[in-house]
């Protein structure tokens, strides 16, 4: 044996040795990586929900290509741990791993699904502690990095965002097709997708509308809700009524409440739904799936040429809906789109481009 093979064994051993007594080389747990010179945390899990949980957790880690994209890579480490209520269990991760973005998945008994994304890590101790609660109707996690405090953390709300973990964890195999097609975010996304055409038209393969104004006529109904009006300078409460889609029926008046009970109590002095345009007509008015809000003081304007109404002036008319509001903001939350962006190009000023301000639509149309 020459004197450099030999050198070489011997620094070998040496760090193997290196790495056993101080890193922890070899995780216990299944599918966590073996990773050298890399020490190991365990990670407890209380389950205090009252519920048979499944919990899975993986993290990520992001890779820059040389052309400037970037993209996650996964990197299972927990995957179907079950806990029944009131129990708990202990896993290894790397310390390592435990620094990049998790995202966790909990899966319980009632069939319920939970996403937990966590993107910004404290440094961890010698253990991590996760206790999941129920806070209300909603998960919450209460997480000790090792330094003895405790954050809560929140499960991960919005339809954009579960839209997003879903398919994330589709991705992953750990979501099926079907519990990602059934889940009830879709119905609060924008533009038009199976769910929603199946929710008013019953098919997803049915065609769009309905073929005459009878056949439409007989798939609505009358809905009243409140609203704020003007009286001189001050805002009075009031009600409006409106013929809509039977499907959205309970739907519309809780957008129209929920704008009512904001602070900013937008007043409401014209609304309309359902409106037969004619049998070639695509308008979202035939099979009402549209409305109108405050008409003249909202106008439709088409490259410079007012359609209907007056004008939109947030800045001066308390009528004219303004593009942050309450009103655009409580109607998107509910996956309807807004005429004075929907269409318009990106274009600015409203004289430019194709604006319906005071339109909003179901499908996005």
Not at 33 to 57: C, E, K
Not at 130 to 145: K, S
Not at 212 to 225: G, W
Not at 335 to 340: D, R, T, V, Y
Request: hydrophobic share 35%.
């Amino acid at each position: 044996m020459n004197k450099t093979t030999g050198r070489f064994k011997v620094f070998f051993a040496a760090a193997f040795l290196f790495c056993l007594l101080l890193t922890g080389c070899q995780s216990s747990t299944p599918g966590t990586p073996s990773l050298p010179f890399v020490r190991t945390i365990p990670v407890r899990l209380y389950n205090q929900t009252g519920r048979d949980i499944t919990a899975s957790i993986v993290s990520t880690k992001t890779t820059t290509t040389d052309w400037g994209d970037s993209y996650d890579t996964a990197n299972p480490l927990v995957t179907g741990y079950t806990m029944a209520a009131g129990g708990e269990q202990e896993v290894t991760l790397a310390a390592s791993v435990i620094r990049e973005p998790i995202y966790i998945y909990i899966k319980d008994s009632t069939g319920s699904h939970w996403f937990f994304n966590i993107q910004s890590v404290p440094t961890p101790g010698d253990y991590v502690n996760l206790l999941l609660r129920m806070d209300g109707d909603r998960l919450v996690a209460d997480a000790d990095w090792g330094d003895g405090n405790a954050q809560t953390i929140q499960t991960v709300s919005g339809s954009y965002q579960l839209y997003n973990e879903f398919s994330r964890w589709y991705y992953w195999n750990m979501v099926t097709y079907e519990e990602f097609q059934n889940e009830g975010f879709w119905y609060n996304l924008p533009g038009s997708n199976d769910a929603k055409w199946s929710r008013v038209f019953g098919s997803a393969d049915a065609a769009y509308g309905y073929a005459s104004k009878d056949e439409a006529a007989a798939h609505m109904t009358r809905v009243t809700f409140p609203v704020w009006k003007m009286n001189g300078d001050k805002k009075v409460s009031s009600t409006a009524t409106i013929w809509i889609n039977s499907a959205l029926a309970d739907e519309v008046v809780q957008i129209f409440t929920e704008i009512y009970n904001d602070p900013e109590q937008f007043p409401i002095n014209s609304v309309g739904g359902y409106s037969w345009r004619g049998d070639t007509s695509s308008s979202e008015h035939n099979p009402g799936c549209a409305i109108d809000i405050n008409a003249n003081e909202n106008y439709q304007i088409r490259y410079g040429n007012v359609v209907v109404g007056s004008f939109w002036d947030p800045s001066q008319s308390v009528y004219s809906i303004p593009e942050d509001g309450s009103v655009v903001r409580i109607f998107e939350a509910h996956g309807w789109s807004w005429g004075g962006d929907a269409w318009a190009g990106y274009t600015t000023p409203s004289t430019s481009g194709n604006h319906d301000y005071m339109h909003f639509s179901y499908f996005g149309t």
